[in-house]
Nanobody, 124 residues
Framework: QVQLVESGGGSVQAGGSLTLSCAAS????????MGWFRQAPGKEREFVSA????????VYSDSVKGRFTISRDNAKNTVTLQMNSLKPEDTAVYYC?????????????????WGQGTQVTVSS
């Protein structure tokens, strides 16, 4: 069992930055690919970014590519999403997810564990 706790959400003006963190419990964190997803009001949950278990590979959605950076620290059981040049359309609840597979995936169904989410609000 893996428990995930997100932090770092908040409110920021357009063009600003936020850093989201996800702390994972469990001794097998380094075996899991990790992902970030988001869900805006009235919309479906969508993929943001994911990183391989080793941290050597990352994928991004087209909407955040070049603005967001995902990273992980397997010694600290954490994954981080650095978000720059934020836009109002980035406003959503952001969820951290863990996958019992070392390869990252952009599909929500591929993930086995989910955090409770953290709110990000970007004002224009």
């Amino acid at each position: 069992q893996v428990q995930l706790v997100e932090s770092g959400g908040g409110s920021v003006q357009a063009g600003g930055s936020l850093t989201l963190s996800c702390a994972a419990s469990g001794r097998t964190f380094s075996n899991y690919a990790m992902g970030w997803f988001r869900q805006a009001p009235g919309k479906e949950r969508e993929f943001v970014s994911a990183i391989s278990a080793s941290g050597g590979g990352a994928v991004y959605s087209d909407s955040v590519k070049g603005r967001f950076t995902i990273s992980r620290d397997n010694a600290k059981n954490t994954v981080t999403l650095q978000m720059n040049s934020l836009k109002p359309e980035d406003t959503a609840v952001y969820y951290c997810a863990a996958r019992r597979n070392p390869s990252p995936s952009s599909q929500a169904y591929a993930y086995n564990y989910w955090g409770q989410g953290t709110q990000v609000t970007v004002s224009s």
